[in-house]
């Protein structure tokens, strides 16, 4: 049986934005709320009916039946990133905080938000699955789905398979376990959404449970499946906008270069003077230096 180097728990860390999959999460989920609740109510103000606002939006964005998205093939990468009302979003955002953080603390951030997307996709094309093979009755037209659940099933599912034994800790010395918490979460899931959405619920829930198992086992076999992604932007940044400190060493070698040619040893000043004044120079600027250094330097200069 070969053995992982996950650890089993840990104290709670709050990494910085840029190394911080979770907080990128709940970002982006805030921005896709607020855009599209405040393009419902904008359009409300401007002397819309709430029919056609409704029409304008959740068809645009929301996943619906089978038979309607083939004409709206965009909403399966869009489904996810916004949700109905604010308290749906933000009961996901607690819970998606909980697993990201346990998740990136597990592994490491490039995990997180690849994981998350990844599910979104295949959580939502098990609900069209389900009801393009009529195993759901009730999705009719008008009937759309909105939110983050798969992929928050799946940050969940994942950590519990690396680290089965992780406790949340609350308090010093208190910690919950963490497959209750993800089992509290599932059953919830169901229970809300079974009644509206049935079938299609459970195919959702479903594919969010198999992405994260999938993915949790992949990284068990030293396999890094989300940091491609990463490294691939970072190729491009490179590319794209040259590094810093090379471009400081190279002007700094040529400012050298150019000094050197107009400041000559003359007037038995040595080489070796002039060279640690001109470093100085480029270590701490022209101000830095004394009365005596700028002296030296000026009658080096002088013809």
């Not at 359009?43 to 068809?59: H, N, Q, R, S």
């Not at 195993?135 to 680290?163: C, H, M, R």
Request: with cysteine.
């Amino acid at each position: 049986m070969m053995k992982t180097a996950f650890r089993k728990s840990a104290p709670p860390l709050i990494p910085p934005y840029q190394q911080n999959g979770a907080l990128q999460l709940i970002v982006a989920t805030g921005i896709g709320f607020i855009a599209f609740h405040f393009a419902r109510v904008f359009m409300l103000i401007m002397g819309k009916a709430k029919e056609e606002v409704f029409d304008l939006t959740f068809p645009n964005i929301g996943l619906p039946a089978f038979a309607v998205w083939k004409h709206k093939w965009w909403t399966l990468f869009t489904y996810g990133w916004v949700h109905t009302g604010f308290f749906d979003w933000i009961s996901n955002v607690i819970w998606l905080y909980l697993f990201a953080s346990v998740m990136q603390n597990i592994t490491n951030y490039k995990q997180v938000v690849p994981l998350f997307v990844l599910a979104l996709l295949i959580g939502g094309g098990c609900y069209l699955i389900s009801s393009s093979a009529g195993l759901d009755g009730s999705l009719v037209a008008g009937n759309y789905f909105l939110g983050s659940q798969a992929g928050v099933i799946a940050l969940g599912v994942a950590a519990l398979t690396l680290a089965p034994n992780y406790r949340v800790h609350i308090t010093t010395g208190f910690g919950i376990p963490l497959v209750l918490i993800v089992g509290i979460f599932i059953v919830l899931n169901i229970i809300i959404y079974l009644p509206v959405h049935k079938i299609s619920a459970l195919a959702l829930c479903g594919g969010g449970i198999m992405t994260g198992l999938v993915y949790a086992l992949a990284l068990k076999g030293k396999a890094r499946p989300g940091e491609w992604i990463y490294d691939l932007l970072e190729k491009l940044q490179r590319f794209s906008s040259p590094d810093d400190k090379e471009l400081v060493e190279k002007k700094s070698k040529r400012r050298m270069e150019i000094l050197r040619t107009m400041y000559e040893p003359k007037q038995g000043i040595s080489q070796q003077k002039i060279d640690e004044i001109l470093d100085k120079i480029n270590d701490h600027g022209y101000h830095s230096l004394s009365r005596d250094e700028k002296d030296i330097l000026y009658r080096a200069g002088k013809d």
